[in-house]
């Protein structure tokens, strides 16, 4: 079965996370994709597969004759897709794109405008798998999923493609930053790791963002609007004022590579109670902090102005950039631009915009980067993959499982 086959069954199943939730998954439909692949990975003859009680999936493809002695090398990917936008009853269709807009929806007038996404441009002549424009596509992760369990069927088929052991583990919650949570390294058993949840073809991502959220409340006095004067305090307002405080062109509308942001991602309340949820980001650790320290000294400001307890900011670290515990490793790096050339693909290191399991993994003592699954968009109706960026990143799995002793160091 090939990589587009397995991606189109994969995405039937809906298995979007929920942020709000507190239990592990925090879907428990992302479990019925789970039993699914544990049913593939044991028919791909995996040893060992199973779903945990927190939804990890695990297999392991044994070595080879004579390569038990190699380390064993984690594939990992995550099955659910972001929570704000439907992925439930999605549905794809591939398109020969031969230049221009693409029409997802005739009937809603939704058009992916090739001026609004010149990345078209790079994909012409090939073969677009898109949504009908009211869901996402769900290429993250699922096109990851796809390709790591084509690569093991064309391992399994192919006597001639020596490897070690291979380790597969399929991770609920990434999408809400809990994938790597309850994940048993242990039990895992690898020495390293990739992520292959990525973007474009290409990208070799081992650099990401430092990353925080902060909860900003603000506590207002609401009083008749007729007695108001020197008495009213509006939380809104407030909140309007707090935003104002924060240097503009940093957000992620107006930053690009290393610039670091902030972004609001939602706000709520009426005058006397505003609640405000921002992410905090920046490559550079230092530059990280002092941005988490500019946003609790624009709080301090404010109730130094308006009283104490007026506004609270609470931030808490999401994760971490795991150049540091990568760039020790450069064998893994290299091992992984070999794969890429090795099918045709010429590897572009890319800082990542965000974050991954492998972020977490790689402070936890599984250094791991993150490999591209071909795909453009995520998190959105205009998402889309290339049918054939699917199967030559399965090529560049089976490369990369099934290298020389030169690639294997």
Same mark, same amino acid.
């Given at each position: 079965?090939?990589?587009?086959? #397995? ?7 809906? =298995? ?21 692949? @544990?049913?593939?990975?044991? +028919? ?31 594939? $990992? ?33 939704? *058009? ?13 002549? &090939?073969?677009?798998?898109? =949504? %009908? ?11 990851? $999923? ?21 380790? *597969?583990? $399929?991770?609920? %919650? ?23 949840? !990525? ?13 925080? !959220? ?13 007695? !108001? ?30 610039? !670091? ?27 990280? +902090? ?5 946003? +609790? ?17 609470? @931030?808490?670290?999401?994760? #971490?950039?795991?150049?540091? &515990? ?7 790096? %290299? ?12 590897? *572009? ?6 974050? =991954? ?23 959105? @109706? ?9 199967? &030559?990143?399965?090529? *560049?799995? @089976? ?7 030169? %690639?294997?160091?």
């Amino acid at each position: 079965m090939t990589a587009t086959e #397995r991606f189109l069954r994969y995405i039937t199943f809906d =298995t979007e996370s929920d942020e709000s939730s507190g239990t592990v998954p925090s879907t428990e439909k992302q479990k019925d994709l789970g039993a699914w692949l @544990v049913r593939e990975l044991a +028919q791909l003859g995996a040893e060992g597969p199973h779903m945990d009680g927190f939804g990890y999936v695990y297999g392991w493809l044994p070595a080879t004759p004579g390569r038990e002695g190699d380390p064993t090398v984690a594939l $990992i990917a995550h099955m659910d897709t972001a929570p704000r936008v439907s992925g439930r009853d999605v549905k794809a269709r591939i398109v020969a794109y031969d230049g221009g807009d693409v029409c997802l929806n005739e009937g809603l007038g939704i *058009v992916m405008r090739e001026a609004d996404f010149p990345d078209l441009r790079d994909n012409l002549g &090939k073969h677009l798998i898109v =949504t %009908d424009g009211t869901t996402l596509l769900g290429a993250d992760d699922k096109a990851g $999923i796809a390709e790591i369990f084509a690569a093991l069927e064309q391992l399994g088929k192919r006597r001639e493609l020596a490897h070690g052991r291979v380790a *597969v583990c $399929i991770t609920p %919650d990434e999408e809400i930053g809990r994938g790597a949570d309850r994940l048993d390294l242990a039990k895992l058993g690898a020495a390293y790791g990739y992520t292959v949840d !990525g973007g474009p073809l290409g990208t070799l991502e081992y650099e990401n963002f430092n990353a925080a !959220g902060a909860e900003v409340r603000i506590r207002g006095v609401n009083i008749h609007p007729g007695e !108001g004067k020197n008495k009213m305090k509006n939380a809104c307002l407030l909140a309007a004022e707090f935003i104002s405080l924060l240097p503009p062109a940093e957000t992620p509308a107006h930053t690009e590579g290393y610039e !670091g942001f902030y972004h609001l991602c939602t706000m709520a309340g009426d005058e006397s109670q505003t609640c405000m949820e921002w992410l905090i980001r920046d490559h550079d650790g230092e530059k990280f +902090q002092a941005r988490k320290e500019f946003i +609790q000294g624009v709080g301090a400001y404010l109730n130094w102005k308006y009283g104490d307890g007026t506004v609270e900011v609470l @931030v808490e670290d999401s994760y #971490r950039n795991m150049k540091e &515990k990568i760039l020790p490793h450069p064998e893994i790096l %290299d091992r992984a631009r070999a794969a890429f050339r090795r099918a045709g693909v010429e590897p *572009v290191d890319r800082a990542i915009r965000g974050g =991954t399991d492998g972020a977490k993994l790689s402070f936890l003592g599984l250094p791991c980067p993150n490999l591209s699954t071909g795909g453009y968009h995520y998190h959105g @109706v205009y998402e889309y993959i290339p049918r054939e960026s699917l199967e &030559k990143m399965t090529e *560049v799995l @089976v490369n990369l499982l099934a290298g020389t002793d030169e %690639d294997h160091g």
